[in-house]
């Protein structure tokens, strides 16, 4: 079983940058990826962006690509987003994802972080 604790969510004003973490813990023997996720109010939880746990490669949504920035932490399984020149839209719950090695898809998920931000 993993656990995924994400945190760093908060109010903020248009403009403003935030950090998201997230810390792996439990049996963590290796992801193929981690990623962030986000809901907004009334609507479906969407892909941000993720990283490839091996090499570091990472994919944006086109909503948040040039503005968000993802990293990871391989020893401390942690992974990070960090987010710049938010935006009223940004405003959603964020959750932090890992796709365990042999998982088909994201099969471990924190309990999310709320992010809003004021226009």
């Known amino acids: 079983q993993v656990h995924l604790v994400d945190s760093g969510g908060g109010l903020v004003q248009a403009g403003d940058s935030l950090r998201l973490s997230c810390t792996a813990s439990?049996?963590?023997?290796?992801?193929?990826?981690m990623a962030w996720f986000r809901q907004a109010p009334g609507k479906e939880r969407e892909f941000v962006a993720s990283?490839?746990?091996?090499?570091?490669?990472?994919y944006y949504s086109d909503s948040v690509k040039g503005r968000f920035s993802i990293s990871r932490d391989i020893r401390n399984y942690r992974v990070f987003l960090q987010m710049n020149s938010l935006i009223p839209e940004d405003t959603a719950v964020y959750y932090c994802?890992?796709?365990?090695?042999?998982?088909?898809?994201?099969?471990?998920w924190g309990q999310g972080t709320q992010v809003t931000v004021s226009s």
């Open positions: 990283i490839r746990w091996a090499n570091g490669d990472p």
């Open positions: 439990g049996r963590t023997r290796g992801f193929v990826a």
């Open positions: 994802a890992a796709q365990s090695i042999g998982a088909g898809e994201y099969n471990n």
